[in-house]
């Protein structure tokens, strides 16, 4: 049995605030049959893949909103990607605003959510992002909002990972690919491929001197996730010029390597491949970041609970 998986990245450019769900769907079919075309079986699409990046608008009635969210998934304007996804036997993750349904005391939850879709177009799972950046107020001297904070929730779930595609498969959104323990997490779960998809501002108001740096920092942490938890990792960006802001493209497939084995070129559409061998993961896995042989978590945890700076 093989563990080769072919995998591609479909990053996407803009989407338009008047942008209809059907015209989204079908930019992200065409992506998708380009991906049956080169031979995938999972095609990664970016956060928030069926709309503009709404959270940058400030609004006092977050519900005023809900248009922007999905109460299914599928539901009618999806389904149709769920249908070809089926026809053509390839899987796929996509990013998008979930609204759910109101739980016993009637309270409705918002979450910045990935679903994964297995080759048959069935649901494997659900991730909802953990770390949600940007802020909860509106702050009018910035040149735009980051109201992520306001929008959505937190999620109260982690980071699952999923036996599917033949691998171990896990899922983070946007900022959690900057935080070491969205890798760890997963890793310590046995992850071999985590698929990632983001909208990343150029301009980062609370310290622009980071704008320069956004592609270096957007790469250096998802290839030392890659690296020190023995993964492949996916990282697949909404970029270009939406509503005025410009958005980090440079999506790419990282090896356990650490490498970087594909990059989109282009700021729009963009469908990016490579052929994942599942089984390089455990060359790191077994070796260098060998976890039950090396790692010591007696020993953290010893450290941590000393209060202040050890003296010599
Ligand atoms: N979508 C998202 O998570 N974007 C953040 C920008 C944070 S700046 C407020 C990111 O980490 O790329």
Known sequence: MTRELRIGAA???????????AVVVERLIALLRQGADAGCELVAFPELALTTFFPRWYTQDVAGHDHYFEKAMPGPDTQPLFDEAARLGVGFSLG???????DACGD?????????VERDGSVVGKFRKVHIPGHEADEPSRPFQHLERRYFEESPDGFPVWRCFGGIVGLATCNDRRWPETYREMGLQGVELILIGYNTPIHYAPDPSQ????GFHNHLTMQAGAYQNGTWVVGVAKGGTEEGVESLAESCIIAPSGQIV?????TGDELITATADLDWCKQYKETLFDFARYRRPDVYQRITSQKGVIEP
């Open 96 to 102: 998008y605003a979930e609204l759910t349904e109101p």
């Open 262 to 266: 594909a990059q989109a070129v282009t």
């Open 11 to 21: 990053q996407l450019g803009p989407i338009g605030k008047d942008e209809p769900r």
């Open 108 to 116: 409705q939850h918002r979450y910045n959510a990935t679903v994964l």
């Open 211 to 214: 704008n320069e740096l956004q």
